[in-house]
T-cell receptor
């Protein structure tokens, strides 16, 4: 009964490259949420997806960032043309239903842009 | 925009001491969660409170939701080094996405 799986755990990209972050939700969970955490800060909501649909992307920057959750396979957070300010920990959480009882988080992907 | 404030920002205490950390907002939340996050890991859900005035206990941890559902507190009795971590509160307002506070970083020294 694996939890939320994120990979890679660490990702280093040069400025201008693309970063692809993957998240496999817990078995049976069809709701996925992406959050970003800067050093010494709390988590900032980015996007909420259900299978094949983006439900709320109000926290996602308008440019360079995109997210998907296909029918088959993990959810992907994609950052194009990365800049140093994109360096952060990116966490994915999942839930079985749209729940107000808390999320199960993955261990995160730490993106470093050099 | 709903904002959650947490205090203190940092707390360093000796093993065996008691402590309370706070989570405050000017907004009403339908539910509020507390998470603990250890370095290099994701947040782990500790508790969810949904009713104003609710008190929940989890071993040495006591969580309280304010009567007006705008604030919460976490009290730890006889803290242990294993309690060290970043404590985050998060609130949800009736179907909106969770809003997280900046956290309280607790260090319990042996």
């Amino acid at each position: 009964n694996a939890g939320v799986m994120q990979n890679p755990r660490h990702l280093v990209r040069r400025r201008g490259q693309e970063a692809r972050l993957r998240c496999s939700p817990m078995k049976g969970h069809s709701h996925v949420y992406w959050y970003r955490q800067l050093p010494e800060e709390g988590l900032k909501f980015m996007v909420y997806l259900q299978k094949e649909n983006i439900i709320d992307e109000s926290g996602m920057p308008k440019e360079r960032f995109s997210a998907e959750f296909p029918k088959e396979g993990p959810s992907i957070l994609r950052i194009q043309q990365v800049v140093r300010g994109d360096s952060a920990a990116y966490f994915c959480a999942s839930s079985q239903v749209r729940s107000d009882y808390g999320y199960t988080f993955g261990s995160g992907t730490r993106l470093t842009v050099v | 925009t709903q904002l959650l404030e947490q205090s203190p920002q940092f707390l360093s205490i000796q093993e065996g001491e008691n402590l309370t950390v706070y989570c405050n907002s000017s907004s009403v939340f339908s539910s509020l969660q507390w998470y603990r996050q250890e370095p290099g890991e994701g947040p782990v859900l500790l508790v969810t409170v949904v009713t104003g005035g609710e008190v929940k206990k989890l071993k040495r941890l006591t969580f309280q939701f304010g009567d007006a559902r705008k604030d919460s507190s976490l009290h730890i009795t006889a803290a242990q080094p294993g309690d060290t971590g970043l404590y985050l509160c998060a609130g949800e307002n009736y179907g909106q996405n969770f809003v997280f506070g900046p956290g309280t970083r607790l260090s319990v020294l042996p």
